[in-house]
């Protein structure tokens, strides 16, 4: 049977004044669900804000453009973590995590979310549980439930059930106050792969930043590996596969570039042309290899190990 490899842009899910989320579809693109592996990206414009929520997969988070405040409560935790962000800022969110977004800056704020689909309810998509909104778990629960179990009045609670706006992304009113981030909650929260160390870096060629349990501990118990790969104007990635039985998924963050991937017996199952936007996933001990155009080619990867 042949495998469909070609890369894929995202597609509108939803949306609301503040901004839009964005997803990669497993039946446009049929390897997210044999990888087990789900692809999402928020986009928030000025004063944005995605309302709370949280996945039935650990993810990696990664900004792409702008910077913002994310609000994060890990589980079992007694208080929730505001962390400013920005371009090149890699986040882990395992299993069982709420977050919020919130852009109070004049550029889109762009956030790209790679991660484990196999314990989630769809393979190949990440499905998101809104605590507030007209599909939040307010609404779900009479009356009497939500009195009950935050000591409201009948009238508040009707009020709290009656009054969730339909949107997951709202724009919040001037004057409105937010959360202030604090630089204490980022410490082994974050790593930003446009700063940090390189673990690559060849002359005229490019660079590399890998994400892992040493630098960014979280991601042991995401369960994924992820790395920034920079390449410059007519650089090659030179071929190479997972030894570990791994997927790895790219998305291309800007530039353009060729891409060749060769599989079993040498056949060669995709050669194409990449540029920003675009998702594309190699399959386990296939070979791929790069070469960046003369803008260069900068991409964002994991791979399904966090090794």
Known sequence: MDIDLTPKLSKKSYGGDGGAYYAWCSDDLPMLRAA?????????????????????????????????????????????????IKTGDAIALPFGVLTW???PGDTELVVLFLGDT????????????????GNGIFTGFTTEFV???????????????HSQTNAGIIKVKDGQSMPEPSSKDREG??????????????????????LNTKNLPLVGEVGLGADLVRLNGHAMCSPGFSCDSAYQVTYVVRGSGRVQVVGVDGKRVLETTVKGGC??????????????DADGLEWFSIITTPK
Request: charged fraction near 20%; charge should be positive.
């Open 36 to 84: 087990g592996i789900g692809a999402g990206k928020l986009a928030l414009e000025k004063s944005g804000l995605a309302l709370p929520f949280y996945s039935d997969s650990s993810k990696v988070a990664y900004v792409l453009q702008g910077g913002g405040t994310c609000g994060i409560v890990l589980p079992e935790a007694t208080k929730e973590k505001v962390i400013a």
């Open 147 to 161: 009195g009950r179990a935050w000591d409201l009045t009948e009238d508040e609670a009707k009020k709290l059930v």
């Open 101 to 103: 977004w919130f852009n």
């Open 118 to 133: 196999s314990k989630g309810h769809k393979a190949g998509q990440f499905t998101n549980f809104p605590i507030t909104g």
């Open 279 to 292: 998702l594309f996933i190699v399959p386990r001990f296939f070979v791929v290899s790069k070469i960046a």
């Open 189 to 210: 929260m974050v790593l930003n792969c446009l700063e940090a160390p390189l673990d690559v870096d060849i002359k005229n060629g490019g660079c590399v930043v890998v």
